[in-house]
């Protein structure tokens, strides 16, 4: 069983920045990819980040590129995603989930086999 919980979102102004962290149970975490997803009201979980279980491979959705940077740190079996230059766009509610490895797409929600509960982003314009 892996268990998931993210932490660190909040209110901030556009522009502002904020730092997720995802902390994970189970010997698993070493040896799998993670990824960030978001869901605003009203509309599909969609992508926002992947890392691969050494960290050695990001990848981003377009909409993020540039402003937000997934990391992990194995030793405290914890994901990070830090936002900078956020836009009121970015409110959704974000959540991280495990690579299962079973060939799906990674931008696709049907990759990944467990999910935190999610953490609140709200970015005031």
């Known amino acids: 069983q892996v268990q998931l919980v993210e932490s660190g979102g909040g209110l901030v102004q556009a522009g502002g920045s904020l730092r997720l962290s995802c902390a994970a149970s189970?010997?698993?975490?070493?040896?799998?990819?993670m990824g960030w997803f978001r869901q605003a009201p009203g509309k599909e979980r969609e992508f926002v980040a992947f890392?691969?279980?050494?960290?050695?491979?990001?990848y981003y959705a377009g909409s993020v590129k540039g402003r937000f940077t997934i990391s992990r740190d194995n030793a405290k079996n914890t994901v990070y995603l830090q936002m900078n230059g956020l836009k009121p766009e970015d409110t959704a509610v974000y959540y991280c989930?495990?690579?299962?490895?079973?060939?799906?797409?990674?931008?696709?929600?049907?990759?990944?086999?467990?999910w935190g509960q999610g953490t609140q982003v709200t970015v005031s314009s």
């Open positions: 989930a495990r690579d299962s490895g079973n060939g799906a797409d990674y931008t696709s929600v049907l990759r990944y086999d467990y």
């Open positions: 189970g010997r698993t975490f070493r040896t799998s990819a």
């Open positions: 890392i691969s279980s050494s960290g050695g491979a990001t």
